[in-house]
Structure formats: structure tokens, C-alpha cells
């Protein structure tokens, strides 16, 4: 992985901090995270596994705007001739997703009552440099979504005869060392095989698909298998070599010709496939960052090889999902295994994983969740209630500057306007500037107590980037007076890397919530020293909750390199460390667009933890409450 972020959780710690009906993952920049029992959550890779949940934001109600008050206007400007809105629940959605559009959100949305489709629409940009927008058509990655694929091609090919999934991966992989050769591929496909968890390549290394294949098998399991589920990515990377095995076509060609070509999906496919070249495929996006499309990355990677290669639309899940449901693609029986309670994640009271499926029994009926985040930007969710005959589909190709999946942001929402159930939360009505305003008011703001706010357009967004504890106090609130104090955690970290740099690593012994962890952040540390010499000095830009503990960012300059990294601070930034994320992409601890508001000035809105701001220009500067930012000349 790139980036690497370690939290020190106990399993399903708080009922509040962890639960499975509202799922918020920790940050896509956060690939490993291990719990002080010593075990891994597993979510290396695509993020997914245990998750921990924030409190329910609180709505943001600064113009009084309801859904309801956006919908006629927007509806208006924003269906066009293609894609469907319809009905009450199809009408607030769409009336809010035009609105998140605003604050940084771009993908599609499929949601449907029953057989009815009430929203099918996509939102955003695709390349926001070109000002291309999203399209119903624009291919997105789904990361871990496409394991459902992986899981669909080993019922194709037990269906026809070529395997049984009682068959252990001997029969394919000959080469299979004694540790792996009677793992069945039932066990890889409900992630109970016992291999470890995550990937065992690192993200866009230059690794070729028989590389990957021995590193795979080299790999040391971690477990017997059966009694344990951990979520592994290597552990699809072998189906995938399994079902080219016994189809005798590759990978990518028998999903596409016999599920997605199948199943109607014309719009999705794998980047290596001929005909997404001609495709549009959506830029992938960390914040304000153009981290590209396949086209430009590494052609030589298979770390996602059958875990989270596909690209897809929103619509063409829904295909799926309907040609699945149908019987067109596997026979009702073997489908039904895709969806059944193979294992428990955790305890006696967490959710079951079926294969390529999270599946929960909720008071109203089954829940089923497919879900993905890719590090650089790609991410999606798929979820079915199907005694409801409810489905929420999300595509997105962003992230928060927190690095938390643009999807995270909008779902539980979406989910309440389709269910009915809840009042829906709002958000502050503004509209998307022009390229012409972007670059005018582009431009350093700073602040009378030495901080400053960067106004910075990425060809479609106007982001607005905190730089100092003060500047991400005046983005936090309205009226420029945030309702929580973070300076504990500044002044931890400030702290923290003044002894780094004078005494090394051993300051971690006494600053650390679990010590038992103290190997971890010291080879952490010492591998960014190796890596890139000492560090001559460290400047804290700010700090932001993140759940129950406080974010912290820095900037660290080394002999050869400056990078930004992460700590996290439990009890609100009070606490000891719980957490590191290293060499971090967005260097701010707070950063998000800005809209038009109605009545002048600008509007910013966090979509994760409802940071917002208000300024209003004076002259060339900007306003933020009671004070004052210069434009910097």
C-alpha cells in the first residue's frame, strides 16, 4: 500500500462506535488496522471489513431548505432526456444528490422500489480538468464489488461441471504448497480459508500475474480453515487463478462473456479488456488530486486480480442484479449460495459474509451489502433488502480530504429517502461556481492569528484548505466559533515529532495507548528515516475529530523527501496515540468545496463530518464569522 494507517480498536468495542446497519468505514487511506487483541480487521486493500461508525451527523439547516424546496428547480435543470427520476422518494433523492454534487460528490445513483426504478442518474464530473461530466455510462472501478463476479464464475463453472466447490485448490493449482493444497474453494470464497488477510502485493507494484501467483502461495496462512473469517483479498486472487484454470480463457474474458455480456451490462469490464478502451472511464480522485484512470497506471499490477479489477456503472449493477434474481445467469440454487450465511465476521451478534456478501438479518428482513473503496478514489455500494424489494446502488470516483469514499457520505441519506422512515437530512443550498469564478477567486486567505485558508479550483471544485489549527477552526463552523477544541492534539503532535526528530522512535514507549504495539510504529518510523534520511523539522497543519479521536496532519521534511502524515489521538485528541498514517496524499486536516450561496458569498460542507463555513467576501478578502482573511497579493 501507498499509504498506511494503524487504529487500535477492541472487537465491536462500543455499540455506538461499531455497528452493521449504517456502515462508515474508516478512511480508504487507511489499508491496515490491527485491534488490541492482536488481530487484523483485515481491510487491507478495498477497505472493507469490520467498520466503525460515527455518530449520525447532525443536519445542517443554515438556509432552512428543505429536499423538498430543491426538488422543482433542480429537477428541472439536471434530468434531461435520459435516466429516470420518478415519485416522491426518486424526487428527494435526486433534489439531494444535485445538491452533494456541490460538495464534492460525483458518481451515479440507482435506487428502486420493488420493480419500479425511482432514481437512475449520475451526478458530478468524470474529468473535471476537461469538465467532462458523469454520464449513466461513465465506467467506474467498484473495488470489492467485484468479487461478487469472482464468486458468480465459480457457480458458472460448478454449474457446468468443470468444478465443485467442495474441491480443494489442489485440483487447479497443482504447484499449491502443503499449507494451501486442501483449502477448499468454499473456504476461499467465504473468506474462512485461514489465508491472510488483505493483499500480499502492494498497491500499482509492478507485479506480473505469475509473480502474483507465487507470492500468493508463498504467503503463510494465519489460520485452520473453517473456524475463522479474514477478509482476503489474496484468498480471491486464487479463485481467479482457479477459474482460468478450468474455463481455459482468461479471467477478464470469461466474466465478460459469460456474466457481463450476459447479464445486459455493456458498460462494464476490466481495463485490460479491448472494448473499455473506447469507453468513457472516469477519472479516479483523492480530494483535489487527479490520480487518473488505468490508462495511465501501471499496466504490470495484479494486486486486485479477482478482488477488485472490474469497472462498472451503477445501472449495469441493477442489470445484474435483476438478470441475477431471474435465474438468466445461475440457476436459483447456486445463486442462493451467493447470499447465504456462510460465517459469522466476528461475534455471536455480528453480520454473516456469503460469498462475495455481507448478509445481516435486520428487524424488517435481510440486509445484503456489497461494497468497495479503491485508495485512489474509486468506490461503491450495492445494497439489496430483498423482503422489502428495496435496492440502493452507488458509484462514486471521489474521496473526502480525509480520504474517507465520496459513497460513505450519501448513502445512509439515500437510504432514508427510500425507506420513508426517518426525516431526511438537508444540505446547505448553494450552487457549483463557474471555471471563470474558480480562477477568480482562487488565492491565499490569511488569517490575523497566522493561519490561512487556500482557495484552490481543480477545474471543477472550489476547494477550500485549511492551513493551521485557526484556519480549521474558522472552516468548522458558521459562524466562525467551532463547537470543539482540538489544540490538545496539536500541541501531542508537536510534541511527538520535536522527539522524534531529536530522540528517534523511543518516544512511542510513552505516548502509545496499547504498548504492546510498540514494534509496529518503530519499524513504522524507522522505515521513513531509512527511506528518506532524518527529519530536519515538522510543521502541525491542524487537527479534526474522526470519530472518537482526534486527526492530527503534519508536514515532515526529511533530507530527501517532504511528505504528510497522519497521527490519530484518542478521547477526542486528549488520549495517548492510537494510530499513524504515513505519507498521506492531502496535506491539511481540513478541506472541502465551496458552493455559490443564494444570497452572496460561499457556502463550504464536509459530506462525512458536516464541517461548514459561511464567508462572504469583503473586497477581495473573505469573512468568516468576525474575522477578517487578507488576500494574500
Not at 7 to 12: N, V
Not at 320 to 345: N, V
Request: contains cysteine; proline residues 5%.
Amino acid at each position: 500500500m501507498a499509504d498506511g494507517t494503524r487504529t487500535r480498536l477492541t472487537m465491536f468495542q462500543i455499540e455506538t462506535e461499531f455497528r452493521f446497519v449504517e456502515r462508515m468505514p474508516l478512511p480508504v487511506e487507511a489499508p491496515s488496522f490491527r485491534l488490541s487483541d492482536g488481530r487484523s480487521l483485515g481491510i487491507a486493500g478495498d477497505q472493507r471489513g469490520k467498520t466503525m461508525i460515527l455518530n449520525r451527523r447532525k443536519a445542517l439547516l443554515a438556509t432552512g431548505a428543505t429536499a423538498g424546496c430543491l426538488s422543482a428547480g433542480i429537477l428541472e435543470a439536471r434530468l434531461g432526456s435520459s435516466g429516470t427520476v420518478t415519485g416522491n422518494a426518486g424526487e428527494a433523492i435526486h433534489a439531494y444528490m444535485s445538491q452533494a454534487e456541490v460538495y464534492g460528490f460525483s458518481g451515479q445513483v440507482v435506487a428502486a422500489q420493488g420493480d419500479q426504478v425511482v432514481v437512475d442518474q449520475p451526478y458530478g464530473w468524470s474529468d473535471r480538468a476537461s469538465r467532462r461530466r458523469m454520464s449513466r455510462e461513465t465506467a467506474i472501478g467498484i473495488a470489492s464489488i467485484s468479487k461478487q463476479f469472482t464468486a458468480a464464475a465459480i457457480l458458472k463453472l460448478a454449474e457446468a461441471g468443470r468444478l465443485k466447490i467442495t474441491d480443494p485448490l489442489s485440483r487447479f493449482l497443482p504447484e499449491a504448497p502443503a499449507d494451501k493444497a486442501g483449502l477448499t474453494l468454499h473456504d476461499l470464497l467465504s473468506h474462512s480459508a485461514g489465508m491472510p488477510p488483505g493483499d500480499v502485493v502492494d498497491d500499482f507494484e509492478v507485479t506480473s500475474k505469475a509473480e502474483l501467483l507465487e507470492r500468493v502461495l508463498a504467503a503463510k496462512v494465519v489460520g485452520p480453515p473453517g473456524e475463522e473469517w479474514r477478509y482476503s483479498n489474496a484468498g480471491y486472487n486464487l479463485l481467479a487463478f482457479v477459474i482460468e484454470r478450468a474455463s481455459g480463457k482468461t479471467y477478464e474474458s470469461f466474466v465478460s462473456n459469460q456474466l457481463f455480456r450476459a447479464a445486459g451490462m455493456l458498460d462494464s469490464g476490466f481495463p485490460r479488456e479491448g472494448h473499455l478502451r473506447d469507453k468513457d472511464i472516469a477519472h479516479a480522485y483523492r480530494a483535489w488530486f487527479d490520480e487518473g484512470t488505468p490508462a495511465n497506471w501501471p499496466r504490470s499490477n495484479y494486486r486486485p486480480f479477482g478482488s477488485g479489477t472490474a469497472f462498472s456503472t451503477a445501472a449495469d449493477l441493477y442489470r445484474w442484479q435483476q438478470a441475477l434474481e431471474s435465474g438468466r445467469i445461475l440457476r436459483p440454487e447456486s445463486a442462493k449460495l451467493l447470499t447465504a450465511p456462510h460465517i459469522r465476521i466476528g461475534g455471536e451478534d455480528s453480520p454473516f459474509y456469503g460469498y462475495g456478501a455481507f448478509v445481516e438479518q435486520q428487524k424488517a428482513g435481510t440486509f445484503i451489502e456489497r461494497s468497495g473503496d479503491w485508495e485512489r478514489g474509486y468506490n461503491a455500494a450495492w445494497h439489496r433488502w430483498p423482503e422489502e424489494r428495496l435496492t440502493l446502488i452507488v458509484t462514486s470516483n471521489s474521496t473526502t480530504a480525509a480520504g474517507y469514499s465520496m459513497r460513505q457520505g450519501v448513502q445512509a441519506e439515500l437510504e432514508n429517502f427510500l425507506r420513508g422512515t426517518q426525516p431526511p437530512e438537508s444540505l446547505p443550498v448553494s450552487k457549483m461556481p463557474s471555471a471563470n469564478m474558480l480562477r477568480a477567486m482562487a488565492g491565499r486567505y490569511r488569517l490575523p492569528s497566522g493561519g490561512a485558508i487556500t482557495l484552490s479550483g481543480d477545474g471543477a471544485y472550489l476547494w477550500a484548505i485549511a492551513d493551521g489549527q485557526d484556519a480549521v477552526n474558522a472552516m468548522r463552523s458558521v459562524d466562525g466559533k467551532p463547537d470543539e477544541n482540538f489544540d490538545a492534539a496539536v500541541q501531542k503532535t508537536k510534541d511527538l515529532l520535536e522527539a522524534l526528530r531529536a530522540n528517534g522512535s523511543e518516544i512511542y514507549r510513552t505516548t502509545l495507548a496499547h504498548v504492546e504495539e510498540l514494534p509496529d510504529y518503530v519499524a513504522e518510523w524507522n522505515g521513513l528515516t531509512a527511506k528518506y534520511g532524518a527529519l530536519k523539522q515538522a510543521r502541525v497543519l491542524g487537527a479534526m475529530r474522526q470519530g472518537r479521536s482526534a486527526r492530527s496532519v503534519a508536514s515532515l521534511e526529511f533530507e530527501r523527501k517532504m511528505i504528510t502524515m497522519g497521527f490519530f489521538w484518542s478521547e477526542r485528541g486528549k488520549g495517548p496515540l492510537v494510530g499513524s498514517q504515513p505519507e498521506t496524499r492531502i496535506p491539511a486536516a481540513l478541506a472541502y468545496p465551496m458552493g455559490l450561496a443564494p444570497a452572496g458569498g460561499l457556502t463550504g460542507f464536509e459530506m462525512i463530518n458536516s464541517s461548514t463555513s459561511a464567508p462572504k467576501f469583503q473586497g477581495r478578502d473573505l469573512v468568516f464569522g468576525q474575522v477578517i482573511a487578507k488576500r494574500e497579493a
